[in-house]
Nanobody, 121 residues
Framework: QVQFVESGGGLVQPGGSLRLSCAAS????????AGWYRQVPGKQRELVAS???????NYSDSVKGRFTISRDNAKTTAYLQMNSLKAEDTAVYYC???????????????WGQGTQVTVSS
């Protein structure tokens, strides 16, 4: 089972940028679609960006044009570049990987600890 460790979160002012990293434990990561999710207390975890094994990307409307997902299969790592951050981007960010259907549904047996992103002045 592939495990994930997210990092790169922090406190940033509105309009600022952060780059999140997601390190996967196994080389099998390279064949999976990877997704970045976020969750705020009291709400369901939502998918914000995904990237296929071949590099095809998709974004939620709320982050399109501001966030960029990428991956380095050699390093078994996925990234989320977040620009023009807004207060409503404040959340715990998680990553995971699997089939496209699994990523779209967000149904996984386990999750990493996530990384907190706080956008505030």
């Amino acid at each position: 089972q592939v495990q994930f460790v997210e990092s790169g979160g922090g406190l940033v002012q509105p309009g600022g940028s952060l780059r999140l990293s997601c390190a996967a434990s196994g080389s099998i990561f390279s064949i999976y679609t990877a997704g970045w999710y976020r969750q705020v207390p009291g709400k369901q975890r939502e998918l914000v960006a995904s990237i296929s094994s071949g590099g095809i990307t998709n974004y939620s409307d709320s982050v399109k044009g501001r966030f960029t997902i990428s991956r380095d299969n050699a390093k078994t790592t996925a990234y989320l570049q977040m620009n023009s951050l807004k207060a409503e981007d404040t959340a715990v960010y998680y990553c995971n990987a699997g089939s496209l259907l699994m990523v779209l549904r967000g149904v996984f047996g386990s999750w990493g600890q996530g990384t907190q992103v706080t956008v505030s002045s």
